[in-house]
Structures are given as structure tokens and as C-alpha cells.
């Protein structure tokens, strides 16, 4: 069983569309991250999400808005697309860091998105 | 501000070859530390973490690393490569004690090929 799914894999679409990136953790995690991988592989946080709360949102555009329906899925959504938004986008998860200080977040596949 | 920072960006080993990465932080407070595996075209993997006690940590496929406070420092060994642990190789750090608690700061990676 896959602990952090995503879906799409892979993501090719055009400038200006609007697109949905899916994540689901069966880990029973109460804390959901995303992650972008730029094209020189560095890592870096853009949510964080602890049961359906937000916790952590760094400086990202405003056209990236994350939903979290529920503690097992936290969802992004990307309005606009531009050429600089290709990347990837990694979900992870992991126990609450503010009750647990030792644990350590799983990752999903990652989804490539490339902007045409 | 936190930040990471992963000594070699590129190295080329042979097979049986011993490994060393390194890996420095900046901050004070309390740390967890982790070292993580990227094969190419697949998600990041755990290989090790620190939350406390034995500074010498062992992880999975015969990696290790050892833990420095006073050095910042969590370097990555492992005494003999093989060409299957050519990939990418991540430190990271998460902060406690603050808004940002659970966040998993990266440093730049360090791409590990091993010829054969």
C-alpha cells in the first residue's frame, strides 16, 4: 500500500490554465506538507497543513491555494499557470511536530508539472 | 534565518569507494536532522535521523552519520558505494520552538554517481 499518494504524476498544460494537484496519506498523520522541487533539485516548503488547519504557508503567489477536506488529504490548486511554476511537487506527511518533536514526514512520488 | 548547507554539489565515486557528504546548519536551538535518498525519477527516501541521544546514527543501506553539535555539522558516511546508490542526497533539518515547527529546511543536494 502506498503511504502518500499522488495524483497526477505527471502534469503538461498550457499558460494560464488552472490545475489540481492531489495528495491522500493513509498513515493516519494529522500533518500534511507540499513541497517544490525546482530545476535545480532544491527543496523547499510552500504548506503545511495540521488537521485541516493551516500552519505554515511561506511566500508563495497568491495563486496557489491549498485545500485540505480532511487530515488525510491535502489538495493544491494552481490558478494562472506560468512557465515559472514547472517543477515538482512533492505531498508529505507526518505526525504533529507540535506534540510530537520526533517524527519524520513521508514523502509521496512527486508530480511533475511542466507549463507550456 | 535557518539554513542548510551540503558541502559537495557533485561526486563522482568509484564502486567500493568510501563516501562522505557533508552537511552544515545554522541554529541554535533544537534540531531533528535527516538525510534523505532521491534514485532518479523517484520520491525521497528516508535513509537516517537524528532526534537525540547516540550521536553516531546508522540507517538504511549501510549508511551513517554522525552528529556534531558543536559543529553544526551531520555528515553522511557509508565505507563502501555501490553503483546503486548513485543519487541524490538531501540534508535536512526541521526547527522546534517556533511557528515554523515541523518544517523540513533542505540543503542544496549533492548528486552521488558511482561508476562501475
Known amino acids: 500500500d502506498t503511504a502518500v499518494s499522488q495524483t497526477p504524476k505527471y502534469l503538461v498544460t498550457q499558460m494560464g490554465n488552472d490545475k489540481s494537484i492531489k495528495c491522500e496519506q493513509n498513515l493516519g498523520h494529522d500533518t500534511m506538507y507540499w513541497y517544490k522541487q525546482d530545476s535545480k533539485k532544491f527543496l523547499k516548503i510552500m504548506f503545511s497543513?495540521?488537521?485541516?488547519?493551516?500552519?505554515i504557508n511561506e511566500t508563495v503567489p497568491n495563486r496557489f491555494s491549498p485545500k485540505s477536506p480532511d487530515k488525510a488529504h491535502l489538495n493544491l490548486h494552481i490558478n494562472s499557470l506560468e512557465l515559472g511554476d514547472s517543477a515538482v511537487y512533492f505531498c508529505a506527511s507526518s505526525r504533529n511536530p507540535r506534540t510530537d518533536m520526533n517524527t519524520e514526514a513521508f514523502f509521496g512520488q512527486g508530480t511533475r508539472l511542466t507549463v507550456v | 534565518a535557518q539554513s542548510v548547507s551540503q558541502h559537495n554539489h557533485h561526486v563522482i565515486l568509484s564502486e567500493a569507494a568510501s563516501l562522505e557528504l557533508g552537511c552544515n546548519y545554522s541554529y541554535g536551538g533544537t534540531v531533528n536532522l535527516f538525510w534523505y535518498v532521491q534514485y532518479p525519477g523517484q520520491h525521497l527516501q528516508l535513509l537516517l535521523k537524528?532526534?537525540?541521544?547516540?550521536?553516531l546514527v546508522k540507517g538504511i543501506k549501510g549508511f551513517e552519520a554522525e552528529f556534531i553539535k558543536s559543529k553544526f555539522s551531520f555528515n553522511l558516511r557509508k565505507p563502501s558505494v555501490q553503483w546503486s546508490d548513485t543519487a541524490e542526497y538531501f540534508c535536512a533539518v526541521s526547527v522546534y520552538g517556533s511557528s515554523n515547527t515541523g518544517k523540513l529546511i533542505f540543503g542544496q543536494g549533492t548528486t552521488l554517481q558511482v561508476k562501475p
Open positions: 537524528y532526534f537525540s541521544g547516540d550521536p
Open positions: 497543513y495540521n488537521n485541516k488547519e493551516l500552519i
